[in-house]
């Protein structure tokens, strides 16, 4: 069947492609390091490890899974690390011995990490030393039996310091210890399937306690192929180096940066801590990378870091913006510095994650390509389709909630059938909460969460809309709106801002943000209230937080 978007695959790119080329990501992995052994697959401060190295280190510590602790296919195993050397060896070890990968935030409070552990029946976790004081505040409440734990220095031997071991954990091994013992054991690898669970890929928890996406290899198996089909033309096969700055528990990276591009033999360098902009910037500085991922927050966090400007973008080829909107501001300003565009994409964590991508059309007639801003296109075998609250079909123009279908759509969320099936549509679509309309183009652009959305009297307020406007005002760098109680509109909008203080606008009032909006947006979208904060409360991957605002 025909769709609208499919106007805008480039000529070589085909809308269906064979998802079911390897069994499970085990296949993949030994495919993949058997082709570009010698190379570099990632590094981090400074040390680099070959695809060679990560597929016996990993081997290693599949074995230690395994004969250790006795780790067998399908039980749950906890990874708690941000972005070190030690993760993807973890990860692949873990999915060698067909366990089930259940991604944890090194930042999570102590009632997330109880809630995640207890939810997802764990009872091994490796857990970055800084963050086992949370562990050891509820690990009697838990079932978790074996800890591994994880320094800033394993793998990398510069003596970097790092918190210790909280001295309330006892049985603990260290990551480089249980590397050494499986070294002198044998794994014996199991035979897995598509079907088979490899990620337990906990949300947001925005509406109430974190729900866990249970992605298949098959899911993920799909997504990687689809978006190789789909960006075949911005891929160097072997030859690209990749900033992953995104933390790699959370699904965007995943999917892409860790899974994605170490398939296609790229150099992953791992940014451990994206927080010290500085030292971000001597990353890149040193880096010469042909593709990078990242979000709204850190794309403008950067433009913001004197020295950005000064790096050398020549290598650059391609950026992928999500996790969140990409504000028009933040795009224009992104462009002119590095002289790349940034293609926006789409996707949850219940989809593996990527839906759609925008690298916009080529216009044979005019021999160039044109951007149209929004989420662009579904990716190859993904059906979107835009539903009224009926679950209709609304006509093409017309807004209303996303649903997908797709190979890379989860089979639901684990031990949760009743959340289940509210999230899928009687023909099998999937339910993503987001409002988004299709365009005469054939383009898809998301208007907002559906439970973002401001009723200011009978009218809908889209946060999105609002604070890419504020982006656009000299003097503010960040802003976040939500909806208040009003007597007489029902609800009202109120503004957080927060000023860029290297500015000369920096001092900026209420009455100037608020008559800087009435130039761009129409009356009843205009903030009541404008509140000056220090900072937005972001999501580790830089997703604003507006329910703690509210």
Known sequence: ??????????????????????????????????????????????????????????????????????????????????????????????????????????????????????????????????????????????????????????LINKDLPCDPVDDRLTNTISFTKALTQGEMLELVEPTLCQDDLLYLQYTGGTTGLSKGAMLSHGNLIANILQYQEFAKNHINFGKDIVITAIPMYHIFALMANTLSYFAFGAKNVLVTNPRDMPSFVEVWKNTPATMFTGVNTLFNGLLHTPGFEQVDF?????????????????????????????????????????????FGRFLKEKGQSEYIAGIGVPLPNTDISIRDDSGNSVVQGESGELCAKGPQVMSGYWNDIEATNECMTDDGYFKTGDVAMLDDEGFFHIVDRKKDMINVSGFNVYPNEIEAEVAKMPGILESACIGIDNDKTGEAVKLFVVTNKESENSDITEQEVINFCRQGLTAYKIPKQVVFIDEIPKSSVGKLLRRELR
């Not at 462009?335 to 990527?354: A, C, D, F, W």
């Open 1 to 154: 069947m025909t769709k609208p978007w499919f106007q805008n695959y480039p000529d070589n790119v085909a809308n269906q492609i064979d998802v079911t080329r390897y069994d499970s990501l085990i296949e993949l992995f030994h495919n993949t390091t058997e082709k570009y052994q010698k190379q570099t697959a990632y590094s981090n401060f400074g040390v680099e490890l070959t695809f060679q190295q990560i597929d016996e280190l990993s081997e290693n510590f599949a074995a230690f899974l395994q004969h250790k602790l006795n780790v067998t296919q399908g039980d749950r195993v906890a990874l708690m690390c941000p972005n070190t050397l030690c993760f993807p060896v973890a990860m692949w070890g873990i999915i060698r011995v067909g366990a089930v990968q259940v991604n944890v935030n090194p930042m999570y409070t102590a009632r997330e990490l109880e809630h995640q552990l207890n939810d997802a029946q764990v009872d091994t976790i490796i857990v970055f030393s800084p963050s086992t004081k949370m562990l050891a505040d509820i690990i009697d409440k838990t079932g978790v039996k074996n800890i591994i734990t994880v320094d800033l220095d394993a």
């Open 314 to 358: 020549s290598s650059l080829k391609l950026c992928i913006g999500g996790g969140a909107a990409v504000q028009q501001a933040v795009a224009d300003k992104w462009q002119q510095v590095t002289k790349v565009r940034l293609q926006e994409g789409y996707g949850l964590s219940e989809t593996s994650p990527i839906l759609s991508l925008n």
